[in-house]
């Protein structure tokens, strides 16, 4: 009978001993492997949406007034539009879409540049062939209930007190680093160390760049009419 119990017992140790083992084994891999997994999951790195996306330029760009919606001329929604049923806004819009980005942001309501342009076509502002007369910025700000006026300080510090005030600032460019010919851009914003940093209704990676205030007020087109070639515009105090 002991003999049985002995060779009972030495089964049991060798069946039963092993299958402990595996399974204390396997749970504390299990565990491991849980806490591997959390530790050392690799997380897709964020990256930011190509601009634009089928055409369509969707963002909003910070400004001394808050967020500026950036519009583009070239959008796929209205760059062929025909202003004065001849002229593709993609070539001869940035003065509408300008100030459709001021008056968007400002009021609060959509205008789009398709809106400005009739606009411009209905009021003396658009120069057939050639793009915006100078008066556009003026006038579709008053039209549309902003406050505008003229920067007789041509200077760095000129523009920097208007942006200070939470002011939008137009500029009128001639022949340089932003145009061929003459071009509307919206001064919104300076970094700390006194970059200007700019809405470009032409070239979207010129919003993208701290630009030297020398080269802005350098390229001015001090030829502008009707105040220019600076204009402050804001809501109405």
Not at 49 to 72: F, H
Not at 156 to 168: F, K, P
Not at 207 to 217: A, E, H, L, R, S
Request: hydrophobic share 40%; charged share 15%; with cysteine.
């Amino acid at each position: 009978m002991n003999r049985f119990f002995k060779s009972l017992f030495k089964t049991l140790f060798v069946i039963v001993i092993p299958f402990a083992i595996f399974s204390s084994n396997y749970q504390i891999n299990g565990s491991a492997a849980d806490v591997s997994q959390s530790s050392n999951i690799i997380l897709p790195e964020t990256v930011e949406a190509d601009i634009p996306q089928e055409g369509k330029y969707d963002l909003m760009l910070d400004s001394v007034s808050g967020p500026l919606t950036y519009y583009n001329q070239t959008d796929a929604r209205w760059g062929n539009y025909l202003w004065g049923g001849r002229d593709p806004l993609l070539t001869y819009g940035c003065g509408p879409t300008v100030m459709a980005m001021i008056i968007t942001s400002l009021t609060g309501n959509q205008v789009l540049p398709t809106d400005i342009a009739n606009w411009a076509a209905a009021n003396n502002s658009w120069c057939p062939g050639e793009g915006s007369y100078h008066r556009i910025i003026p006038d579709s700000a008053s039209a549309y209930g902003l406050s505008v006026s003229p920067i007789k300080n041509r200077t760095v510090e000129g523009i920097r007190n208007a942006l200070d005030s939470g002011q939008l600032v137009v500029a009128l460019m001639k022949k340089g680093h932003f145009t061929q010919q003459g071009h509307f851009i919206i001064i919104i914003n300076y970094t700390a160390d006194g970059s200007f940093r700019i809405a470009d209704s032409n070239n979207y990676d010129n919003t993208k760049y701290n630009w030297d205030p020398n080269v802005i007020v350098g390229e001015l087109n001090y030829r502008a009419s009707n105040g220019g070639p600076l204009w402050a515009i804001t809501t109405p105090r």
